[in-house]
């Protein structure tokens, strides 16, 4: 079954974000934290991670506004352009770490 445009694109995001290290990171090392094991723990978890999404979401909504903005602007070259030099950027930063000595 194949999902209408905008749909798509939505479970897209969803997933990306879902599968995001940084957000796997919080609630794995950082949430947890807060949470008494003496309470009831999934409730907790929920309570705290529809703050989490509370508080993240208007960032996102900004970033997608300025986003599909630009993306009327810029042109596939541009695209594959800055995809390249990110990559690059990434492959130097690993060479660097691989080439760094230990103290």
Not at 52 to 70: C, D, G, K, R, W
Not at 94 to 102: E, F, I, N, S, Y
Request: glycine letters at 8%; charged letters at 10%; hydrophobic letters at 60%.
């Amino acid at each position: 079954m194949e999902l209408p445009g905008r749909l798509r694109l939505f479970w897209k995001g969803v997933s990306l974000q879902a599968s995001n290290p940084k957000n796997l990171a919080i609630f794995v090392a950082i949430i947890p934290q807060f949470i008494d094991p003496a309470g009831q723990v999934v409730g907790q978890m929920v309570v705290l991670g529809i703050i989490s999404v509370v508080v993240e979401l208007p960032v996102l909504v900004a970033y997608t506004l300025a986003f599909s903005t630009l993306a009327w602007v810029i042109t596939a070259s541009a695209i594959l352009w800055l995809e390249a030099a990110a990559g690059g950027v990434l492959v130097m930063l690993g060479g660097a770490l691989a080439w760094q000595r230990r103290t």
